[in-house]
């Protein structure tokens, strides 16, 4: 049988995950893949997954661009249905034969689409539907295959199919909440042309990652390092369901945790039921990261002394494997693909080193977002209050140093940590921020403490609201909060002469500073 899966060609556009993750709502797996994936790669996936259809995302490029994103033409010809969005409507338009121009107006915002055939992707639409566009380019003519389904006042072609073949464009976005039934065009898409069966739920297939990853690892043993999120520990509870006695788990202390991070951890492994073997190697950290302010080296001289870790423990249990609890999210972003940008090396994906001594590395939560994460730890069995702990990056608080690293700056920024977290955790966890953090900056600035003068260091501060951390808005937290928070790390550490709150999204900042 199999699970069902759409794949969504990435062209860079802003809402690509979106829709992915629309897809995925239905119950549909789906996939972001890079746009230059080839039909040898798309068979391969075929035979993890029933790929049922494809969808190209929007981009922020033009078709004429010279270094314009641009698919293999022979994709469209592979029998699968295709839905062009935006830039992938222009494209398919172009492949095709059709004619693409650039707008007289560039369209940004709502628009009213007139549904002159509510046919293929557009049935059960009125005639009059508000969407949204973004866009420059537009689609003027088609060939005599294609025909129009929809058009606005400034696009003829707001939405086409291909008169026999599985194909069809639209120029607004379906997967923005601003096109108001743009899921329904989703829906006729996934399951109406290509016949998903809506059987696919990051929650329900706890039991299919167990015997997946049980499948991976056969005869041998395993070891996996577990940080204490809530990545790390959903994928050391999977390896214990699967591996038993053959799984070692292990909780390195780099120094670079948070305050009594490596107490907590020994009783959320005892709930859980699995022996943790606790290291410490904050010196073999800390020596290595000395005078490094790069944030990229950081990253990864971390991933490295990880791995070293690692293989240091395997050899003396055995493992042959070693488990990691990487994410989608993390894999995006560490450029995993040839043509995405790396925004940062996470530790666990980029930052390893390519000469490691295990036979493979597995990681059983590669396709999950983080909040399909949780629905399955949830499902695992794991408290509530382990599911729903603060993400923490694996480099620590490494990352929350600006510039070099020494014991000192760690001491501060943890304190620092410690009094926001505390601070934030008195409202009920439904209304606290997604993240909320401490940052010890490189710089000084002047204050005035017990009437004289005090020159010491600035700590930002730092929440957000995100679903999957691969957007976020900055929390708009009371004043008073932020007053009480400031107030006590400016008292309760000397050091400190100045709080700042951070007020930049992602994009363009990142969730962390580094
Ligand atoms: P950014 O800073 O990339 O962070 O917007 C997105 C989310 O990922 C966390 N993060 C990491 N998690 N290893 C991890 O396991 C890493 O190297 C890493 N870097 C960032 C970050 O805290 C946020 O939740």
């Known amino acids: 049988m199999g699970t069902d899966a759409i794949l969504v060609l990435d062209f860079g556009g802003q809402y690509c995950h979106l829709i992915g993750r629309r897809i995925r709502e239905?119950?549909?797996?789906?996939?972001?893949?890079?746009?230059?994936?080839?039909?040898?790669?798309?068979?391969?996936?075929?035979?993890?997954?029933?790929?049922?259809?494809?969808?190209?995302?929007?981009?922020?490029?033009?078709?004429?661009?010279?270094?314009?994103?641009?698919?293999?033409?022979?994709?469209?010809?592979?029998?699968?249905?295709?839905?062009?969005?935006?830039?992938?409507?222009?494209?398919?338009?172009?492949?095709?034969?059709?004619?693409?121009?650039?707008?007289?107006?560039?369209?940004?915002?709502?628009?009213?689409?007139?549904?002159?055939?509510?046919?293929g992707i557009l049935k059960g639409l009125g005639k009059r539907e508000t969407v949204w566009m973004s866009h420059g380019d537009t689609v003027a003519d088609l060939p005599e295959n294609m025909e129009v389904l929809a058009s606005t006042e400034n696009c003829p072609v707001a939405a086409y199919r291909h008169k026999t073949a599985k194909i069809f464009g639209v120029q607004w976005h379906p997967e923005v909440v601003h096109t108001k039934n743009g899921m329904k065009i989703l829906d006729n898409f996934i399951f109406d042309i290509?016949?998903?069966?809506?059987?696919?739920?990051?929650?329900?297939?706890?039991?299919?990652?167990?015997?997946?990853?049980?499948?991976?690892?056969?005869?041998?043993?395993?070891?996996?390092?577990?940080?204490?999120?809530?990545?790390?520990?959903?994928?050391?509870?999977?390896?214990?369901?699967?591996?038993?006695?053959?799984?070692?788990?292990?909780?390195?202390?780099?120094?670079?945790?948070r305050e009594n991070e490596p107490v907590m951890i020994k009783a959320m492994a005892q709930k859980l039921k699995i022996n943790l073997l606790q290291i410490e190697a904050s010196k073999t950290f800390l020596d290595a990261l000395k005078g490094i302010r790069d944030p990229e080296e950081k990253r990864k001289i971390i991933g490295r002394e990880f791995v070293r870790a690692f293989e240091k423990e395997?050899?003396?249990?055995?493992?042959?494997?070693?488990?990691?609890?990487?994410?989608?999210?993390?894999?995006?972003?560490?450029?995993?693909?040839?043509?995405?940008?790396?925004?940062?090396?996470?530790?666990?994906?980029?930052?390893?080193p390519t000469d490691i001594k295990f036979k493979g590395v597995v990681e059983p939560l590669r396709d999950l977002y983080k909040d399909e994460v949780r629905k399955l730890a949830i499902k695992l069995g794991m408290p509530k209050e382990m599911v729903y702990r603060q993400p923490f990056p694996g480099p620590g608080?490494?990352?929350?140093?600006?510039?070099?690293?020494?014991?000192?700056?760690?001491?501060?920024?943890?304190k620092?940590?410690?009094i926001m977290s505390e601070e934030v955790e008195k409202t009920p966890l439904e209304e606290r921020p997604w993240q909320y953090f401490a940052v010890l900056l490189d710089t000084k600035s002047t204050g005035v403490k017990g009437d004289s003068r005090a020159y010491g260091n600035v700590i930002a501060i730092r929440a957000v609201e995100s679903r999957e951390a691969m957007t976020a808005n900055f929390s708009k937290i009371p004043y008073e909060t932020l007053e009480r928070i400031s107030t006590r790390i400016t008292?309760?550490?000397?050091?400190?002469?100045?709080?700042?709150?951070?007020?930049?999204?992602?994009?363009?900042?990142?969730i962390e500073w580094e």
């Not at 042959?320 to 989608?328: H, N, P, V």
């Open 314 to 352: 395997a050899e003396k249990t055995g493992a042959m494997y070693l488990i990691q609890g990487t994410i989608y999210p993390d894999r995006i972003e560490s450029g995993q693909s040839k043509k995405a940008s790396v925004i940062k090396t996470h530790h666990n994906v980029g930052g390893i």
């Open 26 to 119: 239905k119950n549909v797996y789906s996939e972001v893949v890079p746009f230059d994936i080839s039909p040898e790669e798309i068979r391969k996936i075929g035979k993890e997954f029933n790929v049922k259809g494809i969808v190209l995302s929007g981009g922020p490029a033009s078709i004429y661009e010279k270094n314009s994103p641009k698919m293999d033409k022979q994709i469209l010809g592979m029998g699968l249905p295709v839905l062009g969005i935006c830039y992938g409507h222009q494209l398919i338009a172009d492949y095709l034969k059709g004619k693409v121009v650039r707008a007289e107006k560039k369209e940004y915002g709502y628009s009213t689409a007139l549904i002159s055939n509510p046919a």
């Open 194 to 257: 290509c016949g998903c069966n809506p059987s696919w739920n990051a929650e329900e297939s706890a039991g299919g990652y167990i015997d997946k990853l049980r499948k991976e690892v056969g005869n041998g043993s395993a070891i996996i390092g577990m940080s204490g999120g809530v990545d790390s520990s959903a994928a050391a509870v999977i390896a214990s369901k699967a591996l038993g006695e053959k799984l070692t788990a292990v909780f390195i202390d780099t120094g670079l945790m």
């Open 491 to 510: 008292s309760e550490i000397p050091e400190v002469t100045r709080v700042v709150y951070d007020i930049t999204n992602k994009p363009p900042a990142t």
């Open 397 to 414: 608080l490494a990352v929350r140093i600006m510039g070099s690293i020494d014991r000192e700056k760690v001491r501060i920024v943890r």
């Open 416 to 418: 620092a940590e410690a």
